[in-house]
């Protein structure tokens, strides 16, 4: 059964992202240690004890269709009621429409137990949350007076409609309409698909947040709009009024996370309301998707929380076989040693990286100065594509060792490991695949001569010095090293065209990612000093960290490799 891992998330927050920072600012000063305790006791408390014993009935049956109304798994309504009854929906929205006003690094904490306890029960306030702030960022004052209260006590949620069966990742080849109806809405007619909670019975209406074109609006992204369309039109009181010309036509089919209802939309002549101004609804969209993306790289986190949970628990159960230490459970051997230890030293370094990045959202918008705020602003930009593509990519690794940790065990469905592997599965496609992640990272995200990219491995560079001849020196030259693989491959990166850039873009991420989640490691074990996480450290730093010279030759080799043969070579190679 899951546990909140409420001292690993502590120390997180404290030691290797410095979220004390937040209290030192006007807007987050009751953001302090003692506050963040007591909210997230709260909330671990919620997610073991109301979310998690949902998990595995939503896995064994799922959301289903009946009678074009979506049914969720057994218990679903319920536990999304105490998520809803708690306010948690609402934890960094406005107070002024019913939110708690708390930082995105607390929001983060919940985020990672709600998807450690139940993936596919997470993803209904995460869609909201994402609704929210796109509203409270582009919403007119009546849209915010209507919608905002609603979506932030969790009685309504919100999703993303983007993708089409002919686009893809590529929105901009979307054909929704949205044609003026001469009163301010719009007649909102196409098919979404992947539309996740896009129906249920635990909310009393949907708040849709559609991408459509517009007639005569330009070709491709520029000429994409958003707008919001709800599964009910409120009344005047605000109530949900009349039923909205939309429907759910088909539920998809998995791999995992069946609890989660997704959804194919058909909007046949629907009433919309237009969000911020024309042609820019894929400005709008990016503020509900980025922070989909770092709740995608928490979700990745929890899970790999989880597994490595559950593994452990195993581990230390199962005797099997003579160990070093005689007939004991199977953690005295030493393979099996290796992978929980990986599992643990993994899942934290992808927390740190998920929890920096959430950090310097915050300092973005509450830091003191102007240049302050926009240094944050530039580390979170810089860190969203490590979150998304390193918290992801976790997520599935230490699944997939946790089901080898079990054995046969594992395969089969009765532990529970396999549906940790088969829920994960979908965070490194869904919210930007990793490779769109990897080439955001080499493309966007240095387009700034790599400022911000040197800025970060100058921080891991002077921590390695730190620990120069002392006790800990081996780490301090490890985190040195891994300092000087990442800024020798960004150079590179910075003088390669664009193909080039593109093949080494997954290892240049995974580079860089490794590094940033070995400097929170290092920082938590200073800053505790707890001989565990030291001894954590130096296990991530020894037998992991060196990845960091041969991702530099992968990130360094150009894309001449991957174009020497071609699809028909390639189909008989």
Not at 454 to 478: C, F, H, Q, S
């Amino acid at each position: 059964m899951y546990t909140a891992p409420l001292k690993d998330i502590q120390a997180a927050l404290w030691h290797m992202v410095d979220a004390g920072r937040l209290a030192e600012t006007e807007r987050f000063t009751e953001a302090t240690a003692e506050t963040a305790g007591a909210v997230l006791n709260e909330a671990g408390r919620l997610a073991a004890d109301q979310i998690a014993p949902t998990n595995r009935a939503g896995d064994l049956e799922g959301a289903r269709l009946e009678n074009g109304v979506v049914r969720t798994s057994p218990g679903f309504k319920e536990a999304y009621g105490k998520i809803a009854e708690g306010g948690w929906v609402g934890m960094t929205a406005d107070p002024d429409f019913g939110g708690m006003g708390l930082p995105v690094s607390f929001q983060a904490a919940l985020t990672e137990m709600l998807a450690g306890a139940n993936m596919a029960l997470s993803l209904c306030p995460i869609l909201s949350q994402g609704a929210i702030e796109t509203l409270q960022h582009y919403g007119t004052p009546e849209q915010k007076r209507v919608y905002l209260p609603k979506l932030t006590s969790g009685v309504w949620n919100g999703t993303m409609n983007l993708t089409e069966p002919q686009a893809g990742s590529d929105v901009g080849a979307l054909r929704t309409k949205a044609t003026p109806n001469g009163d301010g809405t719009y007649e909102i007619t196409g098919q979404k698909i992947w539309i996740t909670w896009g129906d249920s019975d635990v909310v009393e209406n949907v708040v849709h947040l559609v991408l459509a074109r517009l007639p005569d609006a330009p070709k491709g992204s520029a000429g994409v709009s958003l707008f919001l369309v709800p599964k009910f039109i409120p009344d005047a009181d605000g109530a949900p009024g009349v039923a909205n010309a939309l429907q759910t036509i088909s539920l998809e089919h998995k791999l995992g996370i069946h609890g989660s209802p997704t959804c194919v939309m058909a909007y046949d002549g629907a009433t919309g309301w237009l969000i911020g101004e024309e042609n820019q609804g894929l400005a709008c969209m990016f503020t509900m998707m980025n922070n989909a993306r770092l709740a995608v790289g928490l979700q990745g986190v929890g899970v790999a929380e989880a597994a490595t949970q559950q593994a452990l628990a195993w581990a230390n159960d199962r005797i099997q076989g003579r160990t070093p230490k005689g007939s004991g459970p199977i953690i005295n051997h030493a393979d099996v040693r290796r992978m929980v230890i990986t599992m643990r030293a993994m899942t934290q370094a992808a927390r740190a990286v998920c929890y920096e990045c959430a950090v310097n959202l915050d300092l973005a918008v509450a830091a003191a100065t102007p240049e302050d705020r926009a240094a944050a602003e530039s580390r979170a930009a810089f860190l969203t594509p490590l979150a998304k593509g390193f918290g992801t990519d976790v997520g599935n690794e230490v699944a997939h060792m946790g089901v080898q940790v079990h054995g046969g065990s594992g395969y089969v469905e009765e532990t529970g490991a396999a549906q940790h592997e088969r829920d994960v599965r979908i965070t490194t496609i869904y919210e930007g695949a990793n490779g769109i992640q990897a080439m955001d990272l080499i493309g966007r995200k240095l387009a700034d001569g790599g400022v911000a990219a040197r800025a970060y491995l100058e921080e891991v560079a002077t921590l390695g010095a730190a620990l120069a001849g002392g006790p800990n020196a081996d780490i301090g030259l490890a985190l040195s090293k891994a300092a000087q693989d990442a800024e020798a491959a960004t150079q590179w990166m910075l003088e390669a065209d664009m193909t080039d850039r593109g093949a080494g873009a997954a290892a240049y991420a995974r580079l860089m990612a490794l590094t940033a989640g070995a400097k929170g490691l290092v920082k938590a074990a200073i800053g505790s000093n707890e001989p565990s996480r030291l001894a954590l450290a130096r296990f991530f730093a020894l037998a992991i960290l060196p990845e960091t010279n041969a991702l530099r030759t992968m990130a360094t080799l150009g894309a001449d490799g991957l174009y020497a043969l071609s699809p028909e070579d390639l189909a008989t190679a």
